[in-house]
């Protein structure tokens, strides 16, 4: 069972607060971090599904976004997130860990994961931004200058999203109702500049600790997937676009689950 908690995490002189879902457990822990405009609720589907019954599980609310206010000043540039989110490891003690990020949270991800060295037990990107070909709404968002973002830009994106269908839809229409247009359009510009140098894709195959790629078989590019076979396993979620944790729930969670056990073995 999912509980609510939050946590005090101190950077630079400047105290940030983190919102989060936690389930106590076994470890090494399942450290979830979600998408650009996304929040923590993507992946409660994880807390009760049976094959990560017992597992320590731990998604967080990244500064701007869900219920983690945005201090001010805050670049929220994917380094600044990955350096935070360090600091948060450290000073809560958390021991070994398995990220996994989706989206921008891979991204992020794939930074946290050199900082945090052999405690990274493991790594699953859920179509985390590897490739120039990966940012959409980013790319999207990052046309505008700031000033026209927060002016008009902002809910030009929202408004796409309440056209379209299915649960991925309704639900980010609901979590960018709680996000910060500012850190959405910070981010933004971050994560654009990462996808398209190319280093992504280097750290994901360089990372030493055990790694996957899963996919949504409806995603509109493969890109990334053509670039990574025969180099990392990347695992299809039937049914599934690109928030294949809300499209194909018991698929995605057991296929980590399964990635889980074979890594114990």
Known sequence: MAEAKRFRVSLH???????????????????????????????????????????????????????????????????????????????????????????????????????????????????????????????????????DFLHGGFEILVEGFRHAHGRAAQFLVQALARCSPLAYHRASLSLVAWSDSGDLLWKLEQLPCSKAYFYGDHTRSLEAVQDLEGEIECIRIPGAGHFLMLDNPVECYAKLAEAMSMDSK
């Open 13 to 147: 002189g400047k105290a940030f607060d983190l919102a989060a879902l936690h389930s106590g457990g076994k470890g090494p822990a399942l450290f979830f971090l979600h998408a650009l405009g996304g929040c923590k609720e993507q992946f409660l589907d994880a807390f009760s599904h049976p094959g990560l019954a017992g597992r320590e599980l731990l998604a967080v609310d990244l500064p701007g976004f869900g219920d983690s206010p945005l201090p001010p000043d805050f670049s929220c540039s994917l380094e600044a997130y990955a350096e935070l989110l360090y600091g948060f490891f450290l000073q809560h003690r958390l021991a070994d860990v398995v990220l996994v990020g989706h989206s921008m949270g891979g991204a992020i991800g794939l930074l946290l994961a050199e900082r945090l060295g052999l405690a990274c037990k493991g790594f699953i990107s859920l179509e985390g931004n590897l490739t120039p070909n990966d940012p959409v709404s980013s790319r999207q968002a990052a046309r505008f200058s700031q000033d």
